[in-house]
């Protein structure tokens, strides 16, 4: 586990391991969720390469009145 330091202007560098494990390049944009008392940092993806990615997902599935 490495720890990361925040500065005065409340930044933070994600370390070298982290950014290449995760392929995470200069100018790639990040949604900062916050979860249970912790920060997600997701990265932002282009609608472009979402698209389709729920190709083949079953749509039979039992829906509550108030969902059709």
Same mark, same amino acid.
């Given at each position: 586990?490495?720890?990361?330091?925040?500065?005065? +202007?409340?930044?933070?560098?994600? #370390?070298?391991?982290? $950014? =290449? %494990? /995760?392929?995470? !390049? #200069?100018? =790639? $944009? /990040?949604? %900062?969720? !916050?979860?249970?008392?912790?920060? %997600? /940092?997701? &990265?932002? +993806? %282009?609608? +472009?390469?979402?698209?389709?990615? /729920? +190709?083949?997902?079953?749509?039979?599935? &039992? !829906?509550? &009145?108030? $969902? !059709?």
């Amino acid at each position: 586990m490495t720890t990361v330091t925040v500065s005065s +202007k409340y930044q933070i560098v994600i #370390p070298r391991e982290v $950014r =290449e %494990a /995760l392929r995470i !390049r #200069p100018g =790639e $944009r /990040l949604h %900062a969720i !916050r979860y249970r008392g912790h920060i %997600a /940092l997701v &990265p932002v +993806k %282009a609608r +472009k390469s979402v698209r389709g990615f /729920l +190709k083949g997902i079953a749509t039979d599935v &039992p !829906r509550e &009145p108030d $969902r !059709r």
